[in-house]
Each structure stands twice: as structure tokens, then as C-alpha cells.
T-cell receptor, first 110, second 110 residues
């Protein structure tokens, strides 16, 4: 079974803090993705990576950066957290359109 | 205009009925189409994909694609209460990432 794990299920941070969200997959997938999911807005792509050290902006990259130093690991970084970044963050990995999602991290920024 | 549009619902059907979920997309160059199911509090999981015009059946699920009308649908036959979830339509427009609709919430009444 494909397994995608995320470092935290729940996270509470203060405005201005630097936040790291980590994602690990065990299926040797080239592609990894970070989404945020908000009520009424669906899944929105923040960044994705198609190879080690390669990244591409998604639809809402502002305020975020990413890092992929190893094939199995993809990190999302909030450089200076703001309250409008309170959301559910979902990581996925896959090939083509088949994506496997992690359990999600619910982030609250106070 | 959103790239992928779905009626947010809820769509309510009685147990045993056919549930019909619809999705339209704006990019005529879209190549492949996916349906993900998301239970409340859980992550999305892939249930079907379709590439060619026409119908594709998998058990109780049928995906239908009409590229000329830019329309894709998911039919669920013999709906069960366990089918109650949000169904996300996703489209691959040729880049490595998918574009998701905001989802339709399905409620199957016992």
C-alpha cells in the first residue's frame, strides 16, 4: 500500500513564526504536491515538485516556499505565518493524475 | 470562470437510487479526468479516471466524458449510505498537476 505521511496532524503557531510542514512518501514517486483545503474553495495547489530539487508554483504560492532535497521528502515552509494561512494542508504524491494523499495537517495561526 | 466547476450540493438521494454527479471544465486541451472521494475528516482518495469520450464502468461507478461539451460525470448505482461523502472532480490540462473542483457533497438517505 502506498503510504504518505505528514509530520503533524494539528499545529498551532503564532503570527510571524516560521512553520515547517513535512511530507514523506514510500512509493518512489517523482511527483509530490502541496495543497490547502478551505471550506467552499476546494483543494488549491500551492507548489509541486517533479524531481529532486525541482519545483513549480501552483495556483497560490504566495507566502509559501518548498524544499525537496530527497525524492521521498517534500517540505512546505511558511516563511512568516499569517492568520489567513490557517487551513488544512494536504500533501500528495503520485504519477499522472493518480495522487495519494497524506492525512493532512490542520494549521491554526493565532 | 473557475477552471473546474461542480455544484456544491448537498445532493440528497435515497438508498438504492442512482446518484449523478456533474462537473464542467473550461480548458479544451484537458486530457484526463479523475474522480476523488473524500469522507468527512479524511483525505481524498481516487475512485475513477477516464481519458476517452464515452462511459467507463467500475462496479457500481460509471464515469462519463463528453469532451465536445466539456462535461464529465460520475454515476453511482444502488447508492448506499456509505457513499455519503464529498466527490471531487479533477482535470489534467497537460501540466503535471491536477486542477480540482470544489466538490459536491452527496448524502444517501437510508
Amino acid at each position: 500500500d502506498v503510504k504518505v505521511t505528514q509530520s503533524s496532524r494539528y499545529l498551532v503557531k503564532r503570527t510571524g513564526e516560521k512553520v515547517f510542514l513535512e511530507c514523506v512518501q514510500d512509493m518512489d514517486h517523482e511527483n509530490m504536491f502541496w495543497y490547502r483545503q478551505d471550506p467552499g474553495l476546494g483543494l488549491r495547489l500551492i507548489y509541486f515538485s517533479y524531481d529532486v530539487k525541482m519545483k513549480e508554483k501552483g495556483d497560490i504560492p504566495e507566502g509559501y516556499s518548498v524544499s525537496r532535497e530527497k525524492k521521498e521528502r517534500f517540505s512546505l515552509i511558511l516563511e512568516s505565518a499569517s492568520t489567513n494561512q490557517t487551513s488544512m494542508y494536504l500533501c500528495a504524491s503520485g504519477r499522472g493524475g493518480t495522487q495519494y494523499f497524506g492525512p493532512g495537517t490542520r494549521l491554526l495561526v493565532l | 470562470q473557475k477552471e473546474v466547476e461542480q455544484n456544491s450540493g448537498p445532493l440528497s438521494v435515497p438508498e438504492g437510487a442512482i446518484a449523478s454527479l456533474n462537473c464542467t471544465y473550461s480548458d479544451r486541451g484537458s486530457q484526463s479526468f479523475f474522480w476523488y472521494r473524500q469522507y468527512s475528516g479524511k483525505s481524498p482518495e481516487l475512485i475513477m479516471f477516464i481519458y476517452s469520450n464515452g462511459d467507463k464502468e467500475d462496479g457500481r461507478f460509471t464515469a462519463q466524458l463528453n469532451k465536445a461539451s466539456q462535461y464529465v460525470s460520475l454515476l453511482i448505482r444502488d447508492s448506499q449510505p456509505s457513499d455519503s461523502a464529498t466527490y471531487l472532480c479533477a482535470v489534467n490540462t497537460g501540466r503535471r498537476a491536477l486542477t480540482f473542483g470544489s466538490g459536491t457533497r452527496l448524502q444517501v438517505q437510508p
